[in-house]
């Protein structure tokens, strides 16, 4: 069992999106408090972001949001976090919220939930990150992305071994069980990372 003391949650800002989202948002930052679990995320006031936010402040969990500076002067963050990091830009946010985590949990999102996703996915791939990487499938929201995935497998864009590189979860509890339950990317996975 990994030890896990903070996990980062990617997920929309998005307000128009099924309300199912939004109760699996919900879940996740109460069961994070509950398990004694710091929240790291972009530090959105809206969407899924602030959803799970409020969820895990309300369970009494702390909530670290990193954001960078133009998006503070757009008055665009969550003003009740536990503890608000400005960055300079997103590169560094991102790199931070990775430095934090002990894992990281997908919520489904736009382009910029899937930018970081990927992200994180291809530093894992290259052995800069090496913790645990959940996607959760939310109304199946992700099922077209994995199967771009496995394409990129079945022709050889990627290793088979990199399909060990993320974990599917259907629900909250389930994804936080993963995050716990992954083994750490191995020097020996590792090397199949230059393709």
């Excluded at 919900?26 to 409020?54: F, H, T, V, Y």
């Excluded at 008055?75 to 830009?89: P, Q, V």
């Excluded at 959760?136 to 079945?154: K, S, T």
Aim: charged share 20%; aromatic share 8%; glycine share 8%.
């Amino acid at each position: 069992m990994n030890d896990i003391k903070s996990i980062c949650v990617y997920s929309a800002s998005s307000t128009k999106i099924n309300p199912v989202y939004f109760e699996a948002a919900a879940e996740l930052g109460r069961l994070m408090a509950e398990k004694g679990i710091n929240l790291i995320n972009g530090a959105g006031r809206l969407g899924l972001m602030c959803k799970i936010s409020d969820a895990a402040l309300e369970a009494g969990g702390t909530v670290i949001g990193i954001i960078p500076h133009f998006m503070i002067e757009q008055n665009w963050h969550h003003k009740g976090l536990s503890r608000l990091i400005e960055t300079k830009d997103m590169h560094e946010r991102k790199q931070l919220m990775a430095d934090m985590s002990d894992g990281i949990i997908a919520l489904p999102g736009g382009c910029g939930t899937l930018e970081e996703l990927l992200e994180i996915i291809t530093w894992k791939q290259l052995g800069l990150y090496l913790k645990p990487i959940v996607i959760l499938n939310i109304n199946n929201f992700y099922d077209p992305l994995l199967e771009m995935l496995g394409r990129a497998i079945e022709q050889n864009f990627m290793r088979p071994e990199h399909g060990k590189i993320w974990q599917v979860a259907s629900t909250p509890e389930k994804a936080i069980q993963l995050v716990y339950e992954t083994p750490l990317w191995s020097k020996e996975i590792r090397k199949f990372a230059a393709i």
